[in-house]
């Protein structure tokens, strides 16, 4: 699998929990993304579905894989506080998922999200 990230990092913990959780998501590491979910977890895909709780979205994303990913490419990950975000393109076989993923945390310090807002948009030409 190919990834590229955005290299400036410096001192940014938050910015690189999102970097990790991302590359969970892709590897399908379901585990290690769950443990960052805060058990009242809410998580909207505009237009599409709002999920509540880590059951609705286990089984969500049960029913819901998207497939073999042979790359991924993180355009940007931004953080301030308890708010945090992060937008790229998932790179599959066939199509690609462009995405912008909108976080908000318990609390700045805080590792554990409560909120996922998710602008999803499937591009089948490349």
């Not at 709002?50 to 609705?56: A, N, P, T, V």
Request: aromatic fraction near 12%.
């Amino acid at each position: 699998m190919k990834f590229s990230f955005p290299q400036d990092y410096g001192n940014s913990p938050k910015r690189e929990l999102i970097k990790n959780i991302c590359l969970a998501f892709v590897n399908n590491d379901m585990a290690k993304v769950y443990s960052h979910l805060a058990d009242d977890i809410v998580w909207e895909f505009v237009e599409e579905v709002r999920l509540s709780g880590k059951q609705e979205v286990n089984d969500f994303f049960e029913k819901n894989r998207i497939g073999q990913v042979e790359g991924m490419v993180l355009d940007y990950i931004l953080t301030h506080g308890k708010q945090g975000s992060a937008g790229g393109k998932i790179i599959l076989s066939d199509y690609s998922i462009h995405f912008a993923d909108f976080y908000e945390f318990e609390s700045a310090k805080s590792t554990q999200i409560k909120k996922i807002k998710s602008f999803v948009l499937r591009d089948t030409e490349e």
